[in-house]
């Protein structure tokens, strides 16, 4: 069940880079509502901007246009340290490449953003979390002694660990064969639903979309279609 107030809300937002060509313009307009509680899939070609989206609503790329409102925030009026601390409470982001740290352990890599949030029970709810995506085993294994969909449930452990209002999850499957990535995905989806967290990942797979109870299509910077199953 969602609520009125949109956790995301993204009003003519536009994202203009510098390349050797010189401007490129990479979002061109873009509006969009997400209410809390929705699952959102993102779509579309190779550089339709779906990455980017991605980024400027984790504030990891600042919009050179338009307005960014995320979980009450608006991130075009903060500085880059208050960026991290909203991003740090409101948001879990999941990659592709699932950038744990190397010489840490999975229950280290897990901890990490609550000991920067200050969290005291860094470590306990780090152990919780693992032993909740099955990795109760694996506390003391570095990220070499994992196989990818071990890997990929840390790092969705580490995106979930502090309870983030909006789950961000780019490609999460991509690096995964089939049945692992089935593994991970029905993880991910059962994680936000007990979470009653927000979802919005972006995948070229179909059948992930179809999970999603909303698909927004993206060509050129644009969003060219959007369509919620209620609708369909």
Same mark, same amino acid.
């Given at each position: ?15 203009? /880079?510098?390349?050797? $060509? ?40 600042? $919009? ?6 995320? $979980?009450?925030?608006?991130?075009? $009026? ?10 740090? *409470? ?8 699932? *950038? ?11 901890? /990490? ?27 003391? *294994? ?25 789950? /961000? ?52 910077? /644009? ?10």
């Amino acid at each position: 069940m969602t609520s009125q107030r949109p956790i995301v809300a993204l009003e003519s937002v536009r994202l203009t /880079l510098s390349s050797r $060509a010189g401007a490129v313009e990479i979002l061109k307009g873009v509006s969009l509502d997400i209410p809390s509680g929705q699952s959102v899939a993102i779509v579309g070609p190779s550089g339709s901007g779906k990455t980017s989206l991605l980024m400027v609503i984790a504030g990891l790329e600042r $919009a050179s246009a338009g307005r960014v409102m995320v $979980a009450g925030h608006d991130f075009g $009026a903060l500085d880059e340290d208050a960026l991290a601390v909203a991003r740090g *409470h409101e948001i879990g982001i999941v990659f592709q490449s699932f *950038h744990l740290v190397p010489t840490m352990t999975a229950l280290e890599n897990v901890a /990490l953003p609550l000991e920067f949030a200050g969290r005291a029970d860094a470590f306990e709810v780090a152990a919780d979390v693992l032993r909740e995506v099955g990795l109760g085993h694996r506390l003391d *294994h570095v990220p070499a002694q994992l196989s990818g969909g071990e890997q990929q449930r840390v790092a969705l452990a580490r995106a979930l660990a502090p309870r983030p209002k909006l789950i /961000l999850a780019d490609e999460p499957t991509g690096n995964l064969d089939g049945k692992t990535g089935q593994q991970v995905v029905e993880l991910l989806f059962g994680l936000q639903k007990r979470r009653q967290a927000t979802l919005v990942l972006i995948t070229h797979d179909e059948r992930l979309a179809a999970l999603c109870e909303r698909t927004i299509h993206m060509a050129d910077g /644009l969003l060219v279609r959007d369509r919620s199953k209620a609708a369909a």
